[in-house]
């Protein structure tokens, strides 16, 4: 069975760069077959999606935030992560780690994250 | 960029039939997925690839998509059924995941 946690600080100033870790346990990142992916929802909205990574470091972004948004992979250590530079209030939001079957394009979100709170604030 | 359209709020009495509606322009030449999402908690795929079901989704779940709408359908709803409902397209010209607004199911 396939686990997402995600990781890093939940308070962040203005300005600064959100920094967020997922670790994947019950599967290997760099076995291939799945695009892993962050996804955030702000607090009574709904979601919105960040961007993939595969194994290979072949991403994808959202283009609303693309010029903000740098996600990258750690085989090693099984991991992937988000950078979003410049944040903001607007960027206060619960963000998910996800993965979902690789193919021509993205297939559906199979498996979620628990999500994590980030709150920008001074 | 491409917009998923969906109802706020959809009302259904227990046992009855719910059905929840996601329009976007050509939809039905796109795979649409739908998720179910509790206070608190995650999202939770329920319907994948317009009507496909994952291992663990009542059959009471039921997708379609054709035209410019694609529906979620919940046959004998059950209270604990009650949830945002979200569908989601990949836009393959923009190379974006999209979701809809959402819809937040009341049983009644």
């Known amino acids: 069975q396939v686990q997402l946690q995600e990781s890093g600080p939940g308070l962040v100033k203005p300005s600064q760069t959100l920094s967020l870790t997922c670790t994947v346990s019950?599967?290997?990142?760099?076995?291939?077959?799945?695009?892993w992916s962050w996804i955030r929802q702000h607090p009574g909205k709904g979601l919105e999606w960040i961007g993939y990574?595969?194994?290979?470091?072949?991403?994808y972004y959202n283009p609303s935030l693309k010029s903000r948004v740098t996600i990258s992979v750690d085989t090693s250590k099984n991991q992937f992560s988000l950078k979003l530079s410049s944040v903001t209030a607007a960027d206060t939001a619960v963000y998910y780690c996800?993965?979902?079957?690789?193919?021509?394009?993205?297939?559906?979100?199979?498996?979620w994250g628990q999500g994590t709170l980030v709150t920008v604030s001074s | 960029s491409y917009v998923l359209t969906q109802p706020p709020s959809v009302s259904v009495a227990p046992g009855k039939t719910a059905r929840i509606t996601c329009g976007g322009n050509n939809i039905g030449s796109k795979s649409v997925h739908w998720y179910q999402q509790k206070p608190g908690q995650a999202p939770v795929l329920v319907i994948y690839?317009?009507?496909d079901r994952p291992s663990g989704i009542p059959e009471r779940f039921s997708g379609s998509n054709s035209g410019n709408t694609a529906t979620l359908t919940i046959s004998r709803v059950e209270a604990g059924d009650e949830a945002d409902y979200y569908c989601?397209?990949?836009?393959?010209?923009?190379?974006?995941?999209?979701f809809g607004g959402g819809t937040k199911l009341t049983v009644l």
């Open positions: 996800a993965r979902a079957p690789y193919g021509d394009y993205p297939g559906p979100v199979d498996y």
């Open positions: 690839y317009d009507s």
């Open positions: 019950g599967g290997s990142i760099s076995s291939g077959g799945y695009y």
């Open positions: 990574i595969y194994y290979s470091g072949s991403t």
């Open positions: 989601q397209v990949w836009d393959s010209s923009s190379d974006l995941a999209v």
